[in-house]
């Protein structure tokens, strides 16, 4: 497995956390440099070590990872996207501390936890497959697809959302319940789309 493969396997794996980072935007009233960097940062930091855990731990965990991992994703995406949408409907004075909840740490963690996932999948494969580089190169590549494409994301849901920030907000969190779904149901085997 060449550099091109892991770009690729990198920029795949940052797209569910690119997806989450959008819709945190969506819901910012007024954005800061500091909330792309918070999402680049929990997500970029969880990529890189869940394939580093999953190399070096694939015979321990690999069985018993593949079967939970789904779950553990479909059902952390189902609370964060379930909390958006209940806090659009919140009284104004409450969306002040919005911002506060969505960038608090254990928020941010169970994320990236629910986006990096299958990170540690692929670390798995790793293990079986012939790296033509460290296993730290390549969990460097994905670690840093997964720092940029949320940094843009969280903007580029401030663009999109706009003057539309708590129906945004709702679409955001419906989004998130629906990657959680397509998690889901891939590993099930059930066709997704």
Not at 33 to 46: I, W
Not at 90 to 107: L, R, S, V
């Amino acid at each position: 497995m060449g550099y091109i493969e892991i770009f690729l396997i990198a920029v795949s794996l940052a797209m569910d956390a690119f997806a989450v980072s959008v819709t945190d935007g969506l819901a910012l009233e007024k954005i800061k440099p500091k909330h792309g960097l918070v999402h680049g940062l929990y997500f970029g930091a969880f990529q890189f070590m869940m394939p580093l855990i999953g190399y070096l731990g694939a015979n321990i965990f690999k069985g018993y990872i593949e079967s939970i991992d789904h779950w553990i994703a479909f059902i952390l995406l189902l609370i964060i996207g379930g909390n958006m949408i209940r806090e659009t409907f919140t009284e104004d004075e409450e969306e002040a501390n919005m911002e506060e909840k969505m960038f608090a740490p254990g928020h941010m963690i169970m994320l990236a936890v629910a986006t990096s996932i299958d990170a540690l999948a692929v670390g798995i494969s790793f293990s079986l497959a012939e790296l033509s580089m460290s296993i730290w190169i390549a969990c460097l590549i994905i670690g840093c697809a997964s720092f940029v494409l949320p940094f843009c994301g969280v903007y580029i849901g401030k663009f999109i959302g706009g003057m539309f920030r708590k129906y945004a907000a709702r679409v955001g969190g419906c989004v998130l319940i629906i990657i959680g779904f397509k998690i889901l149901f891939e590993h099930l085997g059930i066709f997704v789309i």
